[in-house]
């Protein structure tokens, strides 16, 4: 009987063990279990958080969300952070790289799932794959890295194996968008290089940043091209088929100092000015000599001009002070009706006067392209002589 009961004894103690380890048992796979929920749920806040900014000045955001997901399961002794809560403290580094890490490794997860499965299977890229000239491969932390021939050198790991993110991504366009900023709206190539120097790779780079480019409102008012008018139809006179000095467009050009007279002391220099007559037709040139920008001396040139290529059918002209003067003073503005005046001499010629609108000298371009020539061929002429004496 005592080794019965000896015998149930040991049967007791051994049935309280196993009660004790299956409890045991049962407390880790829980743990294990919640474990598991728990990285379910930072990889579910991965994802969040790939729509965020990646740069350095907005992964608190993204740090303050880490924090929460292990306020769940860390919760130190003595620290308030417990579950959901606003938390006012400041990231720290850590958090940020954990929260940079999770970006991006959500982010390929995402696009490159295919060549992950892959690489850590040890097969070959398919063929259709945009990462096969890239030689990827996964750094520690499982990330996937650019591969290459320059690992040996003594570089930092972003700088010989940036990291892979594509370029149509979400985020992505985040990437180019900060750097773009950062560089201040200053190109392609400054945009390319300021991201390839933060060490990441981006899958089609140049089809994302000239997109992104093109849509930036600074960039297409620094450097947008101009918009032109479109020109009207070339008036009449132009043409027409007439003589020459039929249509004439004028105008006055200068000044010059010329050598007037010589004195004891020296010499006097005085200003001269050209009057410009140009043929709206032929685009022939006349070029007469005046002291002064007055009616009379601008009067006395016309008459000159007239003498020599014959009364004109129109005058064109903008609405200078001497042009307007001369056009009362000849009478040609239809002020007077004196049969024996300039103006009854003009009708009989058929010569008219036109002013072009105030303050529009673009409707002069077609002889006012022609002043500028004549302008620099008088000026290389004068400059040829030592004493411009007219």
Not at 12 to 41: I, Y
Not at 201 to 206: F, H, N, P, R
Not at 264 to 290: D, L, P, Q, Y
Not at 333 to 353: A, N, R
Request: charged fraction near 25%.
């Amino acid at each position: 009987m005592a080794e019965i009961e000896e015998i149930r004894k040991q049967f007791a103690d051994l049935q309280k063990t196993v009660t004790a380890q299956t409890a045991r048992l049962g407390e880790q796979s829980a743990l294990l279990d919640q474990a598991r929920q728990d990285q379910r749920e930072a990889l579910s806040m991965a994802k969040i958080l790939a729509s965020l900014y990646i740069p350095r000045e907005r992964l608190p955001a993204q740090g303050h969300l880490l924090h929460i997901a292990r306020s769940f399961t860390q919760a130190r002794q003595g620290d308030n952070c417990h579950g959901w809560h606003i938390c006012r403290k400041s990231s720290t580094e850590e958090e940020l790289e954990k929260a940079k890490e999770l970006v991006i490794k959500s982010v390929q997860h995402e696009c490159y799932s295919e060549e992950l499965t892959c690489i850590e299977t040890s097969l070959n890229l398919p063929l259709s794959s945009g990462l096969r000239k890239l030689h990827p491969f996964l750094d520690s932390t499982g990330i996937l890295r650019v591969g290459g021939r320059i690992t040996q050198a003594k570089l930092s790991t972003d700088e010989t194996n940036p990291i892979i993110v594509p370029g149509r991504h979400d985020l992505g366009t985040l990437i180019v968008r900060h750097h773009h900023q950062a560089v201040k709206h200053q190109g392609r190539h400054f945009t390319e290089g300021a991201i390839r120097a933060s060490g990441i790779w981006l899958v089609g780079a140049k089809r994302s940043i000239s997109g992104l480019l093109f849509k930036c409102v600074t960039c297409r008012r620094l450097r947008g091209k101009t918009e032109h008018q479109q020109m009207s139809d070339l008036s009449a006179e132009r043409l027409q088929v007439a003589p020459p000095f039929s249509d004439v467009g004028v105008d006055v050009f200068g000044p010059w100092e010329v050598l007037s007279r010589r004195t004891r002391g020296g010499h006097a220099n005085s200003k001269r000015w050209a009057v410009f007559f140009s043929c709206m037709c032929t685009r022939a040139v006349h070029i007469e000599i005046i002291e002064t920008m007055s009616a009379s001396s601008f009067i006395n040139a016309l008459r000159r001009f007239f003498a020599i290529r014959g009364p004109a059918k129109q005058l064109r002209s903008d609405c200078g002070t001497n042009f307007v003067g001369a056009c009362r003073e000849l009478e040609m503005d239809g002020s007077h009706s004196d049969p024996q005046s300039v103006e009854k001499y003009l009708e009989t010629q058929k010569c008219t006067w036109v002013f072009n609108p105030p303050h529009s000298s673009h409707m002069g371009g077609v002889w006012k392209r022609i002043v500028g020539v004549s302008r620099c061929i008088l000026d290389s002429m004068l400059l040829e002589e030592k004493s411009s004496v007219l």
